[in-house]
């Protein structure tokens, strides 16, 4: 079972997908993502996907054709979209995680690097 939520905003359209992206769910998103393409940026967001088969990685390759950008923040999806040479957000998270750390998470982009002795 798949849940798709579209958030579509002025510059960004987001594709929040959870649980299994595989067969005829994973069509019907392609048929949403074309129809909604055109407006701007596209990021999709794999956080709660646990399971992706052959069509949908055929999707995946489609919404990276569109110029997709994925959010990917475990190793099982980070694999799959380095596998289809898709284009992943940095830190594997939404632009939005990564300007704004929550509760002072130092994680983010701005986090200091350790010194080497």
Same mark, same amino acid.
């Given at each position: 079972?798949?849940?798709?939520?579209?958030?579509?905003?002025?510059?960004?359209?987001?594709?929040?997908?959870?649980?299994?992206?595989?067969?005829?769910?994973?069509?019907?998103?392609?048929?949403?993502?074309?129809?909604?393409?055109?407006?701007?940026?596209?990021?999709?967001?794999?956080?709660?996907?646990?399971?992706?088969?052959?069509? /949908?990685?055929?999707? #995946? &390759?489609?919404?990276?054709?569109?110029? @997709?950008?994925?959010?990917? $923040? *475990?190793?099982?999806?980070?694999?799959?979209?380095?596998?289809?040479?898709?284009?992943?957000?940095?830190? /594997?998270?939404?632009? #939005? &995680?990564?300007?704004?750390?929550?509760? @002072?998470?130092?994680?983010? $982009? *701005?986090?200091?690097?350790?010194?080497?002795?």
């Amino acid at each position: 079972m798949l849940r798709v939520e579209i958030c579509d905003s002025a510059e960004t359209l987001t594709l929040r997908l959870e649980g299994r992206f595989a067969g005829d769910d994973a069509e019907h998103t392609r048929t949403l993502a074309a129809r909604f393409a055109a407006r701007g940026k596209l990021l999709v967001d794999l956080t709660e996907v646990v399971f992706i088969d052959a069509v /949908g990685e055929e999707v #995946l &390759s489609f919404l990276g054709q569109l110029g @997709g950008e994925f959010v990917t $923040p *475990n190793s099982y999806v980070l694999d799959v979209c380095e596998r289809l040479n898709l284009r992943v957000a940095p830190n /594997g998270s939404s632009h #939005l &995680s990564a300007e704004s750390p929550a509760n @002072g998470d130092q994680s983010g $982009p *701005n986090r200091s690097k350790p010194r080497k002795r």
